[in-house]
């Protein structure tokens, strides 16, 4: 089956410092990835697309600035938090998108837990 | 604008009884798909089941149904013989293939099995 894996699997940074995650798609090749990002007791909401070779596709209300995403190669997309801030404790998943049986499919990393202090 | 409604915060259900959870979408493209997933606490994101646009069978895997009613916009998971270890949050997901098919979630519902 098709593997993502996240690290680090959880994260804990003082206010004001940035923390960089790594999405990898283990057994396949991935040219997009998606971030999400899950409040507690909330659902999954997409934060960006990403896609290897070029830029980052932000979600409405999102702030590029702040979350930084690298697609530098078919297995590895990065999500770097600057400057974090408390209330960007939440977690974060990551899922890679991979084409198959002539259809694209999702799949899903464990998940980051960040704890911003 | 794409919307997926999941009408139900939390359940309780019996252990050995069928559950239905409840799923409404709103999108205006001829060509989607429906996905139910299963998060426990541990936080990983599992696969149940997949509904195609124009699949007309309903699916199925295992113990997990999908209630497919095109016209109504509802695509509801059935969970036959319920076990504890299906105490979880489940959400529903709808991929659209005019955005770049990104998959967006529903608020979810929380289930937990009694013994």
């Known amino acids: 089956g098709a593997v993502v894996s996240q690290h680090p699997s959880w994260v804990i940074c003082k206010s004001g410092t940035s923390v960089k995650i790594e999405c990898r798609s283990l057994?396949?090749?991935?040219?997009?990835m998606f971030w999400y990002r899950q409040f507690p007791k909330q659902s999954l909401m997409l934060m960006a697309t990403?896609?290897?070779?070029?830029?980052?596709?932000?979600e409405q209300g999102v702030e590029k600035d702040k979350f930084l995403i690298n697609h530098a190669s078919l297995t590895l997309s990065t999500l770097t938090v600057t400057s974090a801030h408390p209330e960007d404790s939440s977690f974060y998943i990551c899922?890679?998108?991979?084409?198959?049986?002539?259809?694209?499919?999702?799949?899903f990393g464990p998940g980051t837990r960040l704890t911003v202090t | 604008a794409q919307k997926i409604t999941q009408t139900q915060p939390g359940m309780f259900v019996q252990e050995k009884e069928a559950v239905t959870l409840d799923c409404t979408y709103d999108?205006?493209?001829?060509?989607?798909?429906l996905f139910w997933y299963k998060q426990p606490s541990s936080g990983e994101m599992i696969f149940l089941i997949y509904?195609?646009?124009?699949?007309?069978q309903n699916a199925t895997e295992g113990r997990y149904s999908l209630n497919f009613q095109k016209a109504r916009k509802s695509a509801n998971l059935v969970i036959s013989a319920s076990q504890l270890g299906d105490s979880a949050m489940y959400f529903c997901?709808?991929?659209?293939?005019?955005?770049?098919?990104?998959?967006?979630f529903g608020s979810g519902t929380r289930l937990s099995i009694r013994p």
């Open positions: 899922s890679a998108r991979a084409y198959r049986d002539f259809n694209y499919e999702q799949y």
């Open positions: 057994d396949f090749q991935a040219t997009t």
């Open positions: 990403s896609n290897e070779g070029s830029k980052a596709t932000y």
């Open positions: 999108t205006s493209d001829q060509s989607y798909g």
């Open positions: 509904q195609g646009s124009y699949d007309e």
């Open positions: 997901a709808m991929r659209y293939h005019s955005s770049a098919s990104k998959i967006i």
